[in-house]
């Protein structure tokens, strides 16, 4: 990590010609249960990780702000006078769009004074680890603090959500800003979609000598954005039948009267859905009074569930969890919005080599593309550096 402040330091003198005032970083994030449920009011259980993208800032004189990242040799700049939603474009929507978003939230942009920032990171970006949030949370927790606005962390989420909404154009949820600022060492961040309450909740996967792999496909699918958007009008089309604002408001109880009100795909859809809540509650509840071995069968279902009832895993994904289950993991999910992406094994620390050398000898034997696999720890959030 300390890497990453001298990466993000020494990138700032070399694009800005001078030292940062301060440095901040921002964590990627995992969810461990609790999938397409957020657009439902529903429940989700991501964490913070240990891979972080640092801010390195310094105010300027003027009212110009400036934005530079070790991604690319393209600094960006904009006038806070002139900073609009629409005005942001490329990478740069990102923290730039974090700025604007903060005129919601106390920022006066015709007085504010300009910045330099430049971003380092080592978040994987496209892997589904939410590099996006985590960008946003460094930016956002580092203006926060030049600016003196005194924002909540719950607020800073809104921010980088609206930012990322508003500016970037993704219509995306407000789990990851909120695992990126409110993470916590070996802990989860369990988060109700519908009131936005958070609470943190330990995971004690260290203490249980467990790691958490990340088994990235590298696969991306064509059919993620008009999957994702039939997803969402089957779950709507489920909630309309039943008169609720959202599936949220249905349990495990409705479901026998789904199944005869709803056609068979909506009804799977909602069932994955209400399902998928259950589990997560489940997951809190059992991580508390049983601890983190115990949660491997919950994850297993939350698979089979968005397999099956869903629909959105894909044959790499399918094996990639079957080969962990069989090679040592306790339990093992697709992770993300599915279509391609990532799976997560919950995995003992001492079977994690014999695991990854199974699921590569099963990707080649498929002759799929290889897969990238590594472990990730729950970190603490967002935060000042220096
Ligand atoms: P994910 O959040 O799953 O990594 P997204 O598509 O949501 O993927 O966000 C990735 C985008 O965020 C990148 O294409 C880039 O525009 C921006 N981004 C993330 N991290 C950085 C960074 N360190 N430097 C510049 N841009 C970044
Ligand atoms: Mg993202």
Redesign the pocket.
Known sequence: MSDGIERATEGFVSAFGSAPEGVWSAPGRVNLIGEHTDYNEGFVLPFAIDRR?VAALAQRDDSLLRVA?S??DEVAEIDLRSLTADAVSG?SA?PLGVAWALSAYGADLASAPGADIY?D?D?P???????????ESSVALALDEVWELGLSRETLAKVGQKAENEAVG?PTGIMDQSASLLGREDAAVFLDCRSLDAEVVPLGFREAGLELVIIDTNVKHEHSTGGYASRRASCERGAAAFEVPSLRYLSVDDLDRAQQILDDETFRRVRHVVTENQRVLDTVRTLREQGPRAIGALLDASHVSMRDDFEISVPELDLAVETAQANGAIGARMTGGGFGGAAIALTPAELVADLTTAVVDAFAAKEYAVPAIFVVNAAEGARRDR
């Open positions: 993208t990242s991604f690319t990478w990102y971003i990171s978040v970006v496209g892997a589904g680890l939410s590099s996006s949030a985590a960008i993704a």
